[in-house]
């Protein structure tokens, strides 16, 4: 009889916290949202009907940023020129070299990515905005800007070199775009900081590299990018560096999220040098081994 009664104790007791867990996951599920939160949950649904004409206009999670953003194409292999191969033999990307071996100056240092990496490396979200003379892209990564003119002018002649009229190159180059059509904004890029990598992999460029982006809108909830580098220095035919996705967060929020020098030294102090490198073995953690951004190692 002592049994019996304990056993229906028990079984009491186990409903009544089972309902208590319940109880509480529903709170917190029907508590308010705050306004100045990013909540990845919160995804658009369906194509959200026809996109806007000539309108990009709004924030959008990209493939990194867990809201359901399909993955990304990554770039097809590039026919390298002699200075080209050159160039890329003496990178060593942090995928292959580990964090203890890799010579990617924002790996190692939290460098600048440099265009046209920062459109397709850490894409966890965008907010696109525009004036009637220019269109700014706004990247949560790093927390940075891109400015593109759109009230006619042309892209440069000359930029880098000695030439007194010469402009200095830039991380982000110098941008100009225009509607193809009413969903289409494409966007021409020149004058990048060379010692930037145009990828992950380790390609190179050169300051006269052309880079065209293709913003396409295909509905109110969906944009993609396109992108095609053509540099004659390092390559002998267009370099195609694949295609991101983007999904419209309703919200239009973003978090915080950035590289902090002094978090990524001391990584590679405590953990990163002292571990090594074994090129010959891929880095399992891939391009997120072993960088501090915003606390996030």
């Not at 300051?207 to 992108?227: G, M, Y």
């Not at 580098?229 to 999220?257: C, H, S």
Request: neutral net charge; aromatic residues 10%; glycine residues 10%.
């Amino acid at each position: 009889m002592r049994n019996s009664y304990a056993g229906a104790i028990a079984v009491v007791a186990g409903v009544l916290l089972l309902s208590a867990l319940v109880a509480a996951q529903n709170t917190q599920n029907t508590a308010p949202k705050s306004p100045w939160r990013y909540y990845p949950a919160d995804r658009a649904v369906g194509d959200g009907g026809p996109a806007p004409k000539r309108d990009l206009s709004g924030t959008w999670a990209g493939p990194s940023s867990g809201s359901g953003a399909p993955r990304q194409k990554g770039e097809t292999v590039p026919p390298l020129t002699d200075l080209g191969q050159q160039l890329f033999a003496r990178n060593k990307p942090l995928g292959k070299y580990s964090p203890g071996g890799t010579n990617d100056p924002h790996s190692r240092y939290c460098d600048p990515f440099g265009f046209p990496q920062n459109m397709t490396q850490e894409i966890r979200g965008l907010t696109i905005t525009t004036t009637p003379t220019r269109t700014f892209v706004l990247l949560q990564y790093m927390d940075l800007w891109r400015e593109i003119w759109t009230d006619g002018r042309t892209l440069p002649a000359k930029v880098g070199g000695r030439d007194k009229d010469a402009l200095d190159p830039k991380y982000n180059g110098y941008s100009i775009g225009r509607w193809e059509d009413d969903y289409t904004f494409v966007v021409e890029t020149t004058g990048l900081v060379p010692e930037t990598w145009a990828t992950k992999s380790g390609y190179p460029h050169s300051v006269d590299a052309h880079v065209v982006e293709r913003f396409h809108r295909s509905t109110h909830n969906d944009l993609s990018l396109a992108i095609t580098m053509t540099d004659p220095k390092m390559y002998t035919a267009p370099f195609n560096m694949g295609e991101v996705y983007f999904r419209w967060i309703p919200n239009q929020q973003l978090d915080d999220f950035t590289c902090i020098p002094s978090e990524q030294q001391l990584y590679l102090k405590e953990m990163g040098d002292p571990a090594g490198s074994d090129p010959n073995e891929q880095n399992p953690q891939g391009s997120r081994g072993g960088r501090g951004r915003g606390g996030r190692p």
